[in-house]
Structure formats: C-alpha cells, structure tokens
C-alpha cells in the first residue's frame, strides 16, 4: 500500500485505502486517475490490466463449465426509461412508491453496479450494447421516430453480438422492444435472431396518436385517424430468420396493457423450452413498460403505494423480472445463467409527474448523469459473489465483448472495425473484481460532449436544456441545444453527484489526465473513420 500511496494526494490516497479493502483477494487496487492502460489489440479500446481478475474469471468459468459442460446461458434485460433510483438498492423503490423486492434480492444475490452508463436514449444505447461500438460509428445516434421506423435499416453493415453468439453455438431469442430499424432485413430474427417476437418501434408509437388527451385531432377526425392508421407499425410481431416477422398481437390503449405480461410469457416458455438443450442460449430482453405513456397490468394499476401509472408500472416490472428468474429456476437452469439487467437511459422528464426518479442531473436525452447513469445489476448465483456493490466504470457496450469472453469466444470480436467495447468478466467473475475500463466517454448524437476518469467528469461541450422552445422548461430530450464550453467543466461526481458546480478553476492539476483521455478517444477516428463525421 505504501508503494502504491506514495506521491499522491490526501484524497487520492483514501480512495486507494477504500478500494485496498474491497481488493485484498485480487489485483491491487486501482485508481482509474492514475491507472495506466493497453490495448488489446489496434482496434480494441485500451483497458487497465488486471491479470490476478482476468485468472480468477478464467478459473470461475472453468468450474462452471466442467460442471454444466458448457458456456453459461446469458440473459439481458434492459428496461426503459426507468430511472437510477426507481430501484430499491439504488436507494428508491419502497421511497419513491414502488418497492423492487424482486430487482432487490437479485441485486443481494449478486453485482450492484453504481457506475454503469447508457448512451443517452434507447436506439444508441440498444445499438451500442449489440455492436459493442459507439453510436456515431455505428450510425445509430438517435431513437427513431413516428414515420421513420418502418422503413429503417438500423444495424446495417453492423456485427452483432447475437450473430457472434450463435456463431459460438448459441441459441439466440429476441423478445420485446428493438428500436433498431423495422425494415425487414433490419428486424432482430435477420441479424443474429433467432426468432423475434416484440414490438420493433418504441412504445409510445402504438399510443400516443390514439390519445385524446394528446392528440385529439387524430382520434376525432376520421380523415385524419385514418392517415396516422396507415403510418403505424400494429402491435407484437413474431418472426423467424428469413421472413418479415407478422402481426401476432394487436395493441391499442387497452391491449397495451398486457404487452409486458405477453413478453414476459414468451421469455418464460422460452427458458422451459431450454431445459434439455445441450447448447447454451442468449436471451435479449426489452421491456415496453416505463416508457411513456405508461399502462400498467390490471391487476397493478393503481395499486402501487405511489399510485401513479409509472409507479404501478415499475412494480410491474419488478414482478416480470422474477417470473424470468423464477422460470430459470425452475427449469434448473438459474446456476449456468447470467442475468444482467440496466435501463437504457434515464427517467423522461417531459412527462413529470408520471415519470421515473435519479438522484442525477437531468434526464433522459441528456449527457448530465441523469441521463446516461444506469442502475444496473449483474447475477450469476454461485459464481458472482453476492452482495457486492461497485463503483467501477461499466459502459452498457461492454456486454458484448464480455458476453464473447463468458461464452468462451473471445476470439470471434470483429478485428476489422473499432470496437469500443471492453471485456468485463474480471469485473464481474472475480471474487472482488475491479473495473478494466478506465475511461467513460459521453455523446450526444455525433456531439462528442466529454469523459470521466474516476470522480473527475470533464465536459468540453455544455447541454443547455432549457430552451425557449421547450416543455416543461428543463427539457433535454425535446430541446436541448449544446455550446462549447471555453476551458472546459469539471465535475467531481463524487462530492457533486448532481452536477451542480463546476470546478474547473480548482481543479486545474487533474483536466489535463481527462483531457489527455479525450485526445486519445479521438485519435481513434482518424485510424477508423466514424459512419457519422463528428462534430
Ligand atoms: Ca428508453
């Protein structure tokens, strides 16, 4: 400890203190600010070295290998718009009116992550986690909308992780929301699927138009109905590799409430239908509830302590979360499973006061915390030690090199293309595994805003979220516009988590190890050019 303190500040040194403790079985502790990284290969994002992590991953998935007989099934369930502390470990859930006892006890079985990062909305963060590449190289930068879906090609030209993992002998299931393109060739069962069964825009696509407290004039004028009627994606569809996937299940504003139940019945049959499988089977999750406008299951609306339909819905979808545990479970599959579940960005403003809850600033659309930290939590019993709760830097991207790695086929991540993302399995397998990621990056759009190394988060690029234009006032989604930031902001995220005080002035000794993080991201795009020029 004393090598490792020597030369560092007071503060410095505590951090190293605190993470000695949570470190004494594995590497040394690291601190991200003054970690050196490598790169794995030329087109791989560096990562800190962690050989005693990386071993014990290796060892914990040779145990489980020798005794299953093969690589774990791995289930990622990501929620939508449900912000950081909606979750009871991540301080909300019976506190903000909608207790998580299922999410909870996953979580206490398990990896709490408190540093685990969306891109700011849902079709950049769904194609980030699925090509393991940023938004502005995949091209992917914002959600389509209304009028755009149908016809988008989405991951075109991409390499998916599902098309990797069937590579190594996985059965691949796509269910619910894709966000990802719905023209045929762009649809989930025709890039590495499987089968799909969802619904392939966003959900308030199926609803919005048909509310008349939103848009009366589609509802009432017959003329004007049956246009926004024509534009439409229906309802769930289902689809086998090959094919356009077909109607399985209308939605309107009642049908809508049984879209979470429908999903969840189809992961579940799903996971049954797995028990004797010798190989094993990723399962991509996409919930539909908490997404605006929210329409809770009969059977909870309304009856959440907070009452209001996103409380409702949330407790719901606590209740969805352990159907698919219990389903893993009683398949006897739960053992050889790692489930990972996030958000895939933060609560939606806009909607206040029928919305989600972050400690953070800002929300959903925004590069503010508030918009891009997930609650996320990791699972595997008997191989992930329980209880554990860590800071370290976890991008949503990094579940695709990481899902390679656990499935035992590192060596099928693309070569000919930047990959951004990192393998966690030390992180996540070893038994006090720390963070190989040192550096967080934050985008909007092809707006490269800034990063965080540590505590420290440098922004470049100011998101101003209170336009003439916008409602409600703050209002990063809807009207957000950004400036360039003379010198820079610096956070310090861990004695300013909402982001209230820029520091810059004082904290001039650490932005140039921040800044030095950003040159080096951008230095990547020269040797591989982005699809979108950034700007
Ligand atoms: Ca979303």
């Known amino acids: 400890m004393k090598r490792i303190t ?77 912000g950081w502390s909606d979750i009871g470990v991540f301080g909300g859930g019976a506190a903000v009116g909608s207790p998580t006892p299922n999410l909870d006890r996953l979580a206490a079985g398990g990896l709490r992550l408190t540093s685990a990062y969306s891109q700011p909305s849902c079709t950049p963060t769904r194609a980030a986690l699925l090509t393991g590449r940023l938004p502005v190289r995949s091209g992917l930068l914002r959600p389509y909308l209304p009028g755009e879906n149908n016809a988008a090609t989405g991951l075109n030209g991409e390499v998916t992780l599902a098309e990797l993992l069937k590579k190594a002998g996985y059965a691949t299931q796509a269910i619910g929301k894709w966000h990802l393109g719905g023209a045929e060739q762009a649809q989930p069962q025709n890039v590495g699927f499987d089968d799909y069964y969802g619904i392939l825009t966003s959900s308030d696509d199926y609803t919005a138009w048909r509310e008349p407290w939103r848009n009366p004039d589609l509802v009432n004028d017959p003329d004007r109905r049956a246009w926004a009627e024509k534009g439409e994606t229906m309802g769930i569809v289902a689809g086998k590799t090959g094919a356009a996937a077909t109607l399985a299940y209308p939605i309107d504003r009642d049908t809508i409430r049984f879209v979470d139940e429908k999903l969840t019945d189809r992961a ?104 891009v930290r997930t ?94 234009d916008s409602w409600p006032r703050s209002s990063p989604f809807s009207a957000a516009y950004t400036t360039s930031v003379y010198g820079g902001k610096m956070f310090d995220l861990y004695i300013d988590p909402k982001e209230e005080h820029a520091l810059a002035p004082l904290k001039q000794p650490q932005i140039p190890v921040v800044a030095a993080a950003v040159q080096a991201q951008l230095a990547t795009f020269k040797a591989y050019p982005p699809k979108v020029p950034i700007r």
Not at 19 to 45: I, M, S, Y
Not at 55 to 72: H, I, Q, S, V, Y
Not at 409 to 420: E, F, G, H, K, S
Request: hydrophobic letters at 40%; glycine letters at 10%.
């Open 375 to 468: 609650p996320m939590i990791v699972s595997w019993p008997g191989v992930i030690a329980p209880g554990r709760v860590s800071d370290g830097l976890f991008d949503l991207m990094d579940v695709f090199a990481t899902s390679l790695s656990l499935a035992g086929r590192a060596d099928l991540v693309p070569t000919d293309r930047y990959i951004d993302s990192i393998d966690q399995t030390g992180f996540f397998l070893a038994p006090q595994g720390q963070s190989a990621r040192r550096v967080e990056y934050y985008w909007v759009n092809n707006i490269f805003m800034g990063a965080r190394v540590a505590e420290f988060k440098y922004l470049m690029h100011d998101q101003i979220t209170e336009s003439d």
């Open 6 to 82: 020597a030369g560092m500040s007071a503060f410095a040194c505590a951090v190293a203190l605190t993470a000695g403790v949570a470190a004494a079985q594995g590497d040394k502790p690291v601190d991200g600010f003054l970690a050196k990284t490598t790169r794995p290969a030329p087109n791989r994002e560096p990562v800190i070295d962690l050989p005693q992590d990386r071993a014990a991953a290796a060892a914990a998935l040779g145990r489980a290998r020798a005794r299953f007989g093969r690589a774990p099934n791995i289930v990622m369930i990501l929620v939508d718009d449900v």
């Open 268 to 371: 579940t049959q799903f996971i049954a239908s797995r028990k004797n499988e010798k190989n094993p089977f990723f399962l991509y999750v996409g919930t539909r509830g908490a997404h605006f406008d929210n329409y809770p299951h009969p059977q909870v609306a309304g009856k959440s302590p907070g009452r209001y339909p996103y409380k409702d819905v949330i407790v719901e979808l606590d209740h969805r979360v352990g159907q698919v545990v219990e389903a893993l479970k009683a398949s006897g599959q739960l053992d050889n499973t790692i489930v990972m579940i996030a958000s895939d960005n933060g609560p939606m403003l806009e909607t206040f006061p029928d919305t989600g809850t972050t400690p953070f600033r800002s929300g959903k659309g925004s590069i503010y915390e508030g918009g």
